[in-house]
Structures are given as structure tokens and as C-alpha cells.
């Protein structure tokens, strides 16, 4: 009996996350049920929650519409390329706001943060005419270089290299480790928590962008998965399977990049939490 109301509150707990988490994939769950459906059970009624006949003639349907393989390689490559150079750009200045003295550091650091508070609808058009101007629309070029750094990613980066002890650095300058080989070999490999977070979350936010890509690009050698699933509405009528259908195939690559990387996100939330 004492093992029975031991256990009984993790279990209950257990029930109770595993309906939250239900719920809150269910949207998911529906749209690859819809994904598998016809038309006309779609729009039958009463509507149907699950499939009667399974098929995947809307995946088909997909393929033929729009080179949505193509979309999502434009999509990966260019959520990559900006990954790369958040995080360079932003450890690079993290490290100087961190470790090095300057005047106006504190004024610098104030309007960095201070881009934080700008929507990106107000630098939409002044980057396309830029970007157009120089030549760099429908390139991977014009589609990367407004998202190579972060205020957001400078911020997350200096708290965590400020809770790192002064007297590392002290005894690398002691052993004639200058800042670059400090920076490299030392603290960005006691660094790969927050990296790996900034990194998860560049990803996911490029991969996302809708209204970027759609004032970059002209051609399908260059348009994302978001202007791909547009692409499959028609003026005459929403094919919902269709739709649904193409949101499966770009949905896929996402969750599987945020099932492998979850743990290192998680750790350095942790990090963050222990020493922030």
C-alpha cells in the first residue's frame, strides 16, 4: 500500500503531462489526419477526425504542384548560413563586451539591446531597396545578410561568458594565450550550450520567415518552403488535404532538427538558470 500512494502522484502527474502534451499537438495531429484524406471527406459532415480510406494521393499532389524538395534544400541552406554567422557575429562581440574595456562600452551595449525592441517590419523595406540596389535579390546573398547577427543572440552569449571565472582568462594571458586562441580553443568549446540554444533558435526562426523571402525571391531556384506552401493556394479554392499535405513535408525537417537538439537547449536553460 505505501509503494501504491508513493507512486500514485508521479503517475497521476505523468497522465496529466502526457494530456497537456496531447493537446497541445493536436493541431499537428489533425492536419497530418486532414494530409491523408480526400477532398470529400474533408468537407464532408459531420466532419471526420480520422481517415476512412488512407491515402497519399495529396503528397503526390505536392510534388507535382511546386518543387517542394527544392524549397525546403533553399530553406535548409539558407537557415544554415544564418546559423553560421549569428554565431560568429554575435560570440565575436559577446567576447568583446565581455572581456574587453573601452569607452562608451556601456552606451554600445544599451543600443545593441536597444534593436531588440525594433520590429522587423519597420527595416523591411529599407533592407529590400538596399539589398535590390546592390544587386543581391534572389540570391542566397539577399536572403541572409539582414539575419548574420542578433541583439537578442549578443545578450544571451555576454551573460553566459560573464559568469565564467576571470581567473581562466587571467592565467591564459599568464601563458601567453592571446585573445584569439583564448576565444577558440578555450571558451567556445566551455560555450556549446548557449551555442547550441542560439544556434536551435536561429534555425527555427529563419526557417519560419514568410514576408523576407517573399520580397527577396522571384524564382523557384531561390523560395522557401513558407512561399512554397503559399503557392499551393489557388484563387479558385483551397484544396485543404493539399495544403495540409505540403505543411507535413515542411514541418518534418523542423521537428526532427528540435527532437535532436531539445537536450542541448534544455542544458543550457539550466546553465542559464544556475549561473545567471
Known sequence: MRKVKKYAPACTHGIIALL??????????????????????????????????????NYIRVMKAVPIFK?????????????????????????AFSFFGFPGKKTLFMAVLATMLIPGEATLISNFLNLTQWGFADTYTGLVIPFTASGMGIFLIRQFYLSVPKEIKEAADIDGCGDFHFFVKILTPISTPVLSALAVYAIINSWNQYMWPLLMTNSDAKRTVQIGVAMLKSSEGVSYGLVNAGCMLILLPSILFFIICQKKMIGAMMVGSLKG
Request: charge should be negative; aromatic fraction near 12%.
Open 71 to 95: 524549397y525546403i534544400w533553399n530553406s535548409s541552406a539558407v537557415s544554415l548560413m544564418i546559423c553560421l554567422g549569428q554565431l560568429i557575429t554575435c560570440s565575436m562581440a559577446a567576447y
Open 20 to 57: 497537456i502534451g496531447l493537446l497541445l499537438i493536436s493541431p499537428i495531429l489533425y492536419g497530418l489526419s486532414m494530409s491523408l484524406m480526400r477532398d470529400g471527406d474533408i468537407m464532408s459532415y459531420p466532419p471526420k477526425i480520422f481517415p476512412v480510406n488512407i491515402t497519399f494521393d
